[in-house]
């Protein structure tokens, strides 16, 4: 069964300063990655994807994401954090080599920017 | 695109009641998937449709819940006998599975928070 892990429960950063959040998958077999997005008081939002095809990708608001398959990851970044990406993060996973279509969820990490 | 919306956003019960939550996906998704969210937590799989066909159930989901899709349209997730350790936030998506089996990214609702007393 898939699963996901994110390293860190919690990351602190000043504003306007780099940021990565970490997400590692457990299966070698092709899947499909995802990094949702969780505001205060809010539901999920997609941030971005990774299907096939180039291994970095972009997506809303100054994110990216480069996917590794041979270490398995699939690291969110930003090269400068604003106050409003206080938020939660999700990375998930799906099986599509086996259309298993559902999503597996990490614990998410909560992304906190200090002034 | 009215996006995918959930009834009650809140419900409050006491232990040992029944309580059911309604989803409507987005008009023409034909996958719908039920998640739950505790604190602290990512969300957490219940059960998945294609249309108004049941194709998963979780593992971890108890005899007492149970959900249904019967026109392929909107969809209810039903709990029995709640227990205290049901309170979370129940939350609804919806996909469309494509050409090629490609599923579209999931579109989430706003939840349903459920708290048991």
């Known amino acids: 069964a898939q699963s996901v892990t994110q390293l860190d429960s919690q990351v602190p950063v000043f504003e306007e300063a780099p940021v990565e959040l970490r997400c590692n998958y457990s299966?070698?077999?092709?899947?499909?990655l995802f990094w949702y997005v969780q505001y205060p008081n809010q539901g999920l939002q997609l941030l971005l994807k990774?299907?096939?095809?180039?291994?970095l990708v972009k997506g809303i608001n100054g994110f990216e994401a480069e996917f590794n398959k041979s270490q398995t990851s699939f690291h969110l970044r930003k090269p400068s954090v604003h106050i409003s990406d206080t938020a939660e993060y999700f990375c998930?996973?799906?099986?599509?080599?086996?259309?298993?279509?559902?999503?597996?969820f990490g614990k998410g990490t909560r992304l906190h920017i200090l002034p | 695109d009215t996006g995918v919306s959930q009834d009650p956003r809140h419900k409050i019960t006491k232990r040992g009641q029944n309580v059911t939550f309604r989803c409507d996906p987005i008009?023409?998704?034909?996958?719908l998937y039920w998640y739950r969210q505790t604190l602290g937590q990512g969300p957490e799989f219940l059960t998945y449709?294609?249309?108004?066909?049941?194709?998963?159930k979780s593992r971890l989901l108890s005899d007492r819940f149970s959900a249904e899709r019967p026109k392929g349209s909107f969809s209810t997730l039903e709990i029995q006998r709640t227990e205290q350790g049901d309170s979370a936030m129940y939350l609804c998506?919806?996909?469309?599975?494509?050409?090629?089996?490609?599923?579209?990214?999931?579109?989430f609702g706003n939840g349903t928070r459920l708290t048991v007393t």
């Open positions: 008009s023409e998704h034909n996958r």
């Open positions: 998506a919806s996909s469309i599975l494509g050409q090629g089996a490609r599923n579209s990214p999931l579109h």
């Open positions: 299966s070698s077999v092709s899947v499909y």
């Open positions: 990774y299907l096939s095809g180039s291994t």
């Open positions: 449709f294609q249309n108004e066909a049941q194709l998963e």
């Open positions: 998930a996973v799906s099986d599509w080599v086996n259309r298993d279509d559902k999503i597996i």
